[in-house]
Each structure stands twice: as structure tokens, then as C-alpha cells.
């Protein structure tokens, strides 16, 4: 069934004003100042600035705050590329020169990391280009009643507002020009107050377009998101209430960046950065040394991002997926490509009960790539599958810190760790370390 945002009352919200100067940055690049003695996080600021902000959500610990004026710039301060970028919510640090990006996001590692790797210094960070880098996008889609017009775009910063955006710098130039096409055929549908929101994805065989309703769409509307795909040679799904994903038209999509063209839906999990994720799959199998005769352990494998480039080294590789839908994809993904030494099994890693008949096997080299939540469960049991090298592909430093933990009295200690810029502009952090016996 699709599920969509519903924007809820912030209770907090609080009207003073706030005169501070910036004494450092939080872990996801937001300034932050003090007042009387409480920490006050203020996006969008650099050290050293004297700024007015406005109080937005109120805590005993904190304040999230919102910049209302510059008393004092940074010399550092550069002009945002994004005309939106004061009320977009999707990137947070155009205001910071890119090299400065990578020492906050770089620094803010280092930190969560240093209880469990104190002495651990990073290695050089795995980037690409920082714009245009983005292969799939979620536009928010909402019809104004009291307008009578769509609103169509991201959600603002610190708010449930949908900023109306014609195109995206940090999206796929393909997905980009996309936008500004598609929104007069939306605001043509008879029912727009059923309209969900869009995906758009940039596979490695074309464009695909998802549109999610509340409701079954009429005839007509169908035939005219239907022509309009068509007449652009782009996939179209749609997911209408609680009925199943259908493809109205187009290739299957596609990604070829493990070496294979590995299938996919708009609805499973693929990384949105293509390049960094190119050399993010290159460099898990460098430091995990895959040799011909090892045994690799893929956990939280997806479709197969990894489990594919590890195929070609190994003698043998196992993935194990929570979801259903992603163990039969890469299985099928398997078959198709006559890769006879991957399998993917279907398993809720959080609670495992030890009579996994692939859970009873040794594995010498194990990779593990979890959702932001992290591992816990199955990082407590890995030292039982007899593995000296493991390598942990993290979203979230708190977790990966947290996880590092128990893997440390496991017995395992920390050799290798770097910061992999998914998603530059942002202050998203994604990382990679890696655990020796």
C-alpha cells in the first residue's frame, strides 16, 4: 500500500530571536552555538559567524534553530550554486567549499569513531563529481485546494513545505530536464488530490518514472502519463493505492556498476551516487584481499551490489536479505547471468535463531552493508563464522560505532577506515571500515 507524508503541528515552535557566534559543527556539518550554556544547532552557518537565528524546536538538552541573518560572514563562505538553497532541504553545505565538505564530514568520522579506533588515522576519502551526481529522486507532489495548482518538489529545510523546484543542479542531468516536462502532464490529472508523490530513476538503460497514487487512476489519466512516457522512450511504473507495482511501458531497468547488468525495480534500494558506489564496491574488495579459494559472507546483500563483483574473485558468495522481493531479484539475477557460485537467502538478520542452514557454514571473509539502524543482532554473532577480515559499509557513524564495539570484543581490531562522499552537499556521512582477526 503507498503511504504518504503527513506534515504534523510542531508544538516547539518559538518566536525569539537569537544573537550567537559559531564555535564548531555538528556531525552532519550544522553550525553550532551556545546559549546560556545549551547547544543550539543552526544549518547553513561556518564557524567564526556572528548570526541571528530563530528558535524552531525547543528541547531540555538543545535548540534547532533557523538562520535569519549574517551579523558576521565567514571568509570561507561561497555562493551556493542552488537558487533554492536557503529553503530546500536537500543540501545543507553548498555555503561550504567542497574540500571543506570533506574535512567537516572527515573530522565528525573521526570523532564518532574514536572511542573504538583512537589512534586509527582515515585514509583519503572516495569522492566523484559533486553535482549532477544523483540517479534517483523523490518529488513531493500535493494539490493546492486553496491555489487550485500543484505543488511540486522537495520538502523545505526544518519544515513540511514543499519548495516548487523546475529542475535540480545535484540530479542526473537526464532525471533534470525530466522535471519541468512532467509537472503540466500532472496538473492535467482529472483526480490531482490523489496524487502521492514521484520517483524518478536513472537507470543504466534509460530513464523510469513512479508515480504514486492514493487511488486507482482513471482511464484517461492512465493514456496520458502512458503517451507522454512513450513519446520520450522512458519506463513508466505506477503504484496505485494498495495495488501491486505495474509497468505501463518500457525496459526493465537495469545498473551495471558490479561488472554485471543486474535488473532492479523502482521500489528496491540501489545507491544514488553510481560513481562512488563503483568505487566503493572496488575498494570492499580490495581491502577484504578476495582470493579464488575464499568463502565470503554478504549480509544485508539487496539485490546484489556486492555480492556480484565478489562472484568473480571467490570461490564461493552468500547474501542474505531481509526483503523477499530483493533475494528473488538477485536470484533470478543469478540465473540470468550464469553465475553459479552466488546464492541469496532470505533471513531478519536482527534475530537470527542459529538453524540457518547457510548460517551453520564457515566463511573466511565477510561484508556487511546495513540500513541506518546498523547491525545489531547479527554483529554480535560474526566471530561464530570464523572470518579474519570484515569489512562493515556503514550510513550511520553512530551505529558503525556502536556495532565497532562488539566486534572489537570479538576479538577483531580496527586496520583500515575511510569517508565515502555519497552525497555531497549534504551532511549525509557514509563510510567504510575494515575489521582484521
Known sequence: ???????QKNNNRTEKHLSL?????DNQGAGMAYSQGKPVFIPGTMIGE???????ESKAKFIRAKLIKLLKSSDERIEPFCSKFTQCGGCSLQHMPYAQQLEVKQHAFS???SKVAPDQSLEAPIVAENTHYRRRARISLLWDIKKNRLQFGFREGQSNNIVSLETCPVIAPPLAELMPLIKPVLEKISQPKILGHLELVEADNGSVLLLRTSAELRAKDRQLLLQFAEQRALTLYLHQGSAELEKLCGESPNCEE??????FLPTDFIQVNRSVNQQMVAQAIEWLDVQSSDRVLDLFSGIGNFTFALSKKASAVVGIEGVDEMVSRANNNAKSLGVSNAHFYQANLAQLTGNEAWAKDSFNK???????AGAAGVVEQLSQFGATQIVYVSCNPATLARDSESLLKQGYKIVKMKVLDMFPHTGHLESMVLFEK
Not at 1 to 7: D, E, G, I, V
Not at 366 to 372: E, M, Q
Open 258 to 263: 558490479s561488472g554485471v547488468a543486474l535488473d
Open 366 to 372: 565477510i561484508l556487511l552493508d546495513p540500513a541506518r
Open 1 to 7: 500500500m503507498a503511504n504518504f507524508y503527513k506534515p
Open 21 to 25: 557566534t559559531i564555535e564548531k559543527y
Open 111 to 113: 570523532k564518532m569513531m
Open 50 to 56: 556572528h548570526v541571528v537565528c530563530q528558535p524552531i
